[in-house]
């Protein structure tokens, strides 16, 4: 794969638990329902992509973070790179059969509808089967659901089963049920569950009370495809040709202007935007409250089965015959171990003058350089550890490296590690800052160190920096060096004294994590508090409760748009800096922030996540 990076963001570091970001111009949100159908990005999966089959029946992202789906080979495992077949020999109770449905339930088990063997689930490795020897009515299982009082509902040819918290299974609704077809089911937003049938129209079940939904004037006809939305409306497909809303008893009909090019309608559902998908033979179709579009495409598509939108709201679409297919906006590309990265707990990217990226992660650090990644790490006899906190590319073409096992010196004749016994006052380095005067500034565990001429010169507590771990670093215009440290507020040193701030000078953060000095000259902080100005010897505060996504910002820097970036653990915040400035000053009655999170595209925000940190760079 091939990374670029358009839009440069000077250097970009995260502290703690966070994740690295690049984003690319003009963001906007996932799957942005004022887009036209071809603006969103489409990406496929066919046979040459990996794709065991082209026919994806059901698909879903369970709460491990992989998206699964289901066809005729069997049970499939995706994890945005590769698909894995799940080998029916290590999972006996898959038997021969393929599979027509899954879903998830609350306990994290996967439920599979299979073929004509019955029901399958699979939990911690350990895989079941239930046929009609346990109750089933049916051992082919088309339809399955889950409810919001955790029922499980299966669909036979004819009748209804459900299991329910004792997991045994019961036959529900007796004779009338079982003299029709089931076609579709629909767990209810307030409960129960709505089912769609073969010519007897729609039903809902309220508690154990099974009862026909009147609707004046319309026969309805086969029901292949329900969806309640969230406004309460029914979206109902029927006999594959037509689509109706369903409210308070009255059947709209939707209408479509390209009838005969899309072909059958096969399956609706409503992603997190209240976009209501339809998918057709030959077409994709949303309904974003103002009319229904259509995108025909006769190569892309091909008989949609199954919709699924994922934690990061791109929606997944599973095809008859044409794989699989992923819509979303287009403007994030994630780096993670899964691409080649070092590790994906990000602690730093750092720009080269050369134009690669530094990535320092828990596991060592990658060099991404014309799409390339390159690794260096501890066990390849690169580093003294792995905990890579920063990096600094001095004047002389010199690259230091911060890491827990010392001060890495590296250049292209020889990788030198300086520790403890060469007067670095703790081997966990943390930050480093090339000065004015050329000496290197390194903060560590145990104070503030400073490299000049070959020797060290080490500033602790008993020299005034009475909070001792050193979290950022940054030189201003004045030659001023401002220390921000874990737990004791922020210094500055001049004239070769410190100078602390805190509470009692208006900063209300004991932690200090990064700096930035604006165009303006103005100082910024990320704290433990929420964002923090310092202009003419005052601080002034921003947190969650004004519109950040969080009170603890890992990283402030500034585009060449006058936007401000913060870096937090639970995602990223972008505001425009003058309207900052407007509001701290009380010339405003407030701020704009836009906040990008895993409902915004940010992949990786919940999978594979560690001490619940973020993982990955996202470029």
């Known amino acids: 794969m091939t990374f670029s990076f358009p839009y440069t963001l000077n250097r970009l570091r995260s502290g703690g638990f966070l994740v690295a970001l690049f984003l690319l111009p003009n963001a906007a949100p996932a799957l942005d329902p004022d887009r036209q159908l071809t603006q969103y990005a489409y990406t496929s999966w066919g046979i040459d992509e990996g794709l065991p089959q082209l026919a994806v029946l059901d698909i879903i992202q369970a709460r491990d973070g992989y998206i699964w789906l289901v066809n005729f ?30 879903v998830e339930d609350g306990s994290g088990t996967l439920w599979l509808g299979s073929n004509g063997e019955g029901l399958v689930s699979i939990k911690d490795g350990v ?93 309805l006809g086969d029901i292949t495809s329900l969806y309640e939305a969230s406004d309460g409306a029914l979206w109902a497909v029927s006999g ?13 009909a ?97 720009e080269d003058p050369d134009g690669s990226f530094l990535i320092g992660t828990n596991g060592g650090f990658s060099r991404v350089r ?17 905990f890579v906190r920063d990096f600094q590319r001095d004047a002389k073409g010199v690259l230091w490296i911060a890491t827990y096992g010392g001060l890495v010196r590296w250049t292209e004749e020889e990788v030198l590690t300086i520790t403890e016994s060469d007067g670095l006052s703790h081997n966990h380095t943390r930050v480093l800052l090339e ?67 805190g509470r009692l000078e208006g900063l209300h953060a004991n932690a200090v994590f990064r700096f930035l000095e604006d165009t303006d000259g103005t100082l910024w902080m990320g704290t433990n508090n929420g964002l923090v100005r310092y202009k003419d010897g005052a601080f002034k505060h921003l947190s969650e409760s004004e519109g950040l996504i969080s009170d603890s910002v890992f990283q402030v820097l500034e ?18 800096r003058n309207e900052v400035e407007s509001y701290l000053d009380g010339n405003s009655d407030g701020i704009r922030a836009e906040n990008f999170g895993k409902l915004r595209g940010l992949r990786h925000l919940a999978r594979k996540t560690h001490k619940k940190r973020l993982s990955g760079v996202v470029m």
């Not at 594959?240 to 709209?252: F, H, P, S």
């Open 370 to 386: 014309d799409g390339n990644i390159t690794n260096f790490s501890a066990e390849g006899g690169h580093l003294p550890d792995n």
């Open 73 to 102: 080979d069997g049970l499939v495992r995706f994890d945005g790179i590769k698909f894995e077949q799940i080998d029916r020999k290590a999972y006996s109770a898959l038997g021969d059969s393929g599979f027509w449905t899954l």
């Open 435 to 501: 000065g004015s005067d050329g000496s290197l500034w390194v903060g560590t565990r145990n104070g503030l160190d400073r490299l000049k001429d070959g020797a060290f010169i080490s500033y602790g507590i008993e020299d005034g920096l009475t909070g001792p771990t050193v979290t950022g670093l940054l030189e201003d215009r004045h030659g001023r060096i401002w220390v921000g440290t874990a737990s004791g507020g922020v210094f500055s040193f001049e004239g070769g004294e410190f100078t602390h701030y």
């Open 240 to 252: 594959g040709t037509a689509v109706y809303r369903i409210m308070d008893g009255r059947a709209e």
């Open 254 to 350: 939707i209408r479509i202007d390209q009838r005969e090019q899309i072909g059958r309608i096969h399956n609706i559902f409503e992603d997190s935007d209240n976009n209501i998908w339809i998918g057709a033979h030959t077409a994709l179709l949303r309904w974003n409250g103002s009319g229904l579009a259509a995108y025909v495409d006769t190569e892309l598509f091909g008989g949609h089965y199954a919709f699924c939108e994922d934690m990061e709201n791109n929606l997944w679409v599973g095809t008859a015959y044409r794989g699989l297919i992923r819509l979303s906006e287009g403007k994030f590309v994630t780096l993670t171990d899964a691409e080649g990265l070092a590790d994906d707990a990000v602690n730093v990217v750092y």
């Open 127 to 219: 895989s079941r089967q239930y046929t009609t020897a346990h109750g089933l009515l049916d051992n082919t299982v088309k339809n399955l659901e889950i409810d919001l009082e955790g029922n499980l509902w299966i669909a036979a040819s004819h009748g209804l089963n459900v299991i329910r918290a004792e997991k045994s299974i019961e036959a529900f609704g007796g004779g009338r049920l079982e003299s029709m077809r089931i076609l579709a089911m629909h767990a209810g937003r307030e409960g129960g569950l709505w089912i769609g049938t073969l010519d007897h129209g729609v039903y809902r079940i309220a508690g154990n009370e099974l009862s026909a939904v009147e609707i004046d004037g319309t026969h």
């Open 559 to 576: 585009d060449d748009y006058g936007y401000l970036w913060l870096t937090s653990g639970k995602g990223v915040t972008r505001i425009l």
